[in-house]
Nanobody, 120 residues
């Protein structure tokens, strides 16, 4: 069974930092696109960041550019999201996602999410 499991969420004050981790089990995604999304209460899920298989290509939502950094360690089947200078509007459930094949740019596998709450 394929699973993506996120960890590292929590409560932090504005201006603080958190590092989210996502570990895959059941199969490898070492050649697949992986990413992070988030969903705030009452809002639709939105893209946060993505990273290609080598880590050489990353994309970010405008709202997090310069503050968040996505990375991956294929030997550990893990992807990370370093979040700095957090703002209250970053409060959301954060989801890890993976594309199903090495060619796909759409995400087929999703984690259960980890809550990030930023207090003002």
């Amino acid at each position: 069974q394929v699973q993506l499991v996120e960890s590292g969420g929590g409560l932090v004050q504005a201006g603080g930092s958190l590092r989210l981790s996502c570990t895959a089990s059941g199969r490898t995604f070492s050649r697949n696109l992986m990413g992070w999304f988030r969903q705030a209460p009452g809002k639709e899920r939105e893209f946060v960041a993505s990273i290609n298989w080598s880590g050489g290509s990353t994309r970010y939502a405008d709202s997090v550019k310069g503050r968040f950094a996505i990375s991956r360690d294929n030997t550990k089947k893990a992807v990370y999201l370093q979040m700095n200078t957090l703002k209250p509007e970053d409060t959301a459930v954060y989801y890890c996602a993976a594309a199903g094949t090495i060619w796909r740019t759409e995400f087929d596998y999703w984690g259960q999410g980890t809550q990030v709450t930023v207090s003002s």
